[in-house]
């Protein structure tokens, strides 16, 4: 069966530290993978995605995050982390099947610290 | 000219009422979504629909019945409520097409059942 593993249920961090939240996938087949962003009492909003081609995937807001094919890892970075970062963040993979639905991780609270 | 609205934004009442969660998009997509997203932040899809038809439909209680008069709006009816149906719902669009287009979410409805 395929399934989300975001490793972290929240992350406290320094304002200026950097950040890598953690996600691991299991899928049989081809999938697509996604990071999206939840900020307080809003919808969810796609942060970046990787479908093909270089295994490195950036942001407009500084964000970055690098599919791991051996390790099925889609692992999110940040260098330097802001007050306005602070926000719930799905990891999330689209299934390639005939079902093609998306399934979502349980998110990871980033908390970034004064 | 919000791209997916829900209304309403909150919705609280008591168990066994039936309440109706309305959704539209003015994307001009042709896929959408209802997602329930419980208190641990959980997202899990509920229902699919491509184009007025249903596509996915995940293991929901049939007190749920999700119905699109047209491509633009997914209503999702709820009979006889229960306290564990408490969760935020939100309404999601996309794109069909070669590449995986993102999903557009609404800022959700958050139902409490008392």
């Known amino acids: 069966a395929q399934s989300v593993t975001q490793l972290d249920s929240q992350v406290p961090v320094f304002e200026e530290a950097p950040v890598e939240l953690r996600c691991n996938y299991s899928?049989?087949?081809?999938?697509?993978l996604f990071w999206y962003v939840q900020y307080p009492n809003q919808g969810l909003q796609l942060l970046l995605k990787?479908?093909?081609?270089?295994?490195l995937v950036e942001s407009i807001n500084g964000f970055e995050a690098e599919f791991n094919k051996s390790q099925t890892s889609f692992h999110l970075r940040k260098p330097s982390v802001h007050i306005s970062d602070t926000a719930e963040y799905f990891c999330?993979?689209?299934?390639?099947?005939?079902?093609?639905?998306?399934?979502f991780g349980k998110g990871t609270r980033l908390h970034i610290l004064p | 000219d919000t791209a997916v609205s829900q209304t309403p934004k909150y919705l609280v009442t008591q168990m066994g009422n039936d309440k109706s969660i309305k959704c539209e998009q003015n994307?001009?997509?042709?896929?959408m979504y209802w997602y329930k997203q419980d208190s641990k932040k959980f997202l899990k899809i509920m229902f699919s629909?491509?184009?007025?038809?249903?596509?996915i439909n995940e293991t929901v209680p049939n007190r749920f019945s999700p119905k699109s008069p047209d491509k633009a709006h997914l209503n999702l009816h709820i009979n006889s409520l229960e306290l564990g149906d408490s969760a935020v719902y939100f309404c999601?669009?996309?794109?069909?097409?070669?590449?995986?287009?993102?999903?557009?979410f609404g800022n959700g409805t958050r139902l409490t059942v008392t």
């Open positions: 994307l001009g997509h042709d896929t």
């Open positions: 999330a993979v689209r299934i390639m099947n005939r079902d093609d639905k998306i399934i």
């Open positions: 999601a669009s996309s794109q069909s097409g070669a590449l995986s287009p993102p999903l557009h």
């Open positions: 990787y479908l093909s081609g270089s295994t």
């Open positions: 629909y491509n184009n007025k038809e249903l596509i």
């Open positions: 899928s049989s087949v081809s999938v697509y």
